[in-house]
């Protein structure tokens, strides 16, 4: 079993910035990667980007493409969200969640709160 667990959330003005952290524990060595989702309240939930353990190859979706970095400190099994120029239409719950070799996403970790004032 894998255990994620989300860090980092908070308040922040429009155009400010926040780093995220997923720190990932337990059977850590069968995933492939970490992806970050968001969910804004009365919204589906929205992906975000993910990285993978191996390499550090990431994908963003276009709506934080140039605005957010995915990093990795595989020495740590932790994953970093970082989040520049954020909008107020980034407020969400954020989660990280692994990747398996599918493709598919599972192990979610409970979230955490971004919230951007303008």
């Known amino acids: 079993q894998v255990q994620l667990v989300e860090s980092g959330g908070g308040l922040v003005q429009a155009g400010g910035s926040l780093r995220l952290s997923c720190a990932a524990s337990?059977?850590?060595?069968?995933?492939?990667?970490i992806g970050w989702f968001r969910q804004a309240p009365g919204k589906d939930r929205e992906f975000v980007g993910y990285i993978m353990w191996s390499g550090g190859s990431t994908y963003y979706a276009d709506s934080v493409k140039g605005r957010f970095t995915m990093s990795r400190d595989n020495a740590k099994n932790t994953v970093y969200l970082q989040m520049n120029n954020l909008k107020a239409e980034d407020t969400a719950v954020y989660s990280c969640?692994?990747?398996?070799?599918?493709?598919?996403?599972?192990?979610w970790g409970q979230g955490t709160q971004v919230t951007v004032s303008s």
């Open positions: 337990g059977r850590t060595f069968s995933t492939y990667g």
């Open positions: 969640a692994v990747r398996m070799q599918t493709g598919a996403y599972g192990h």
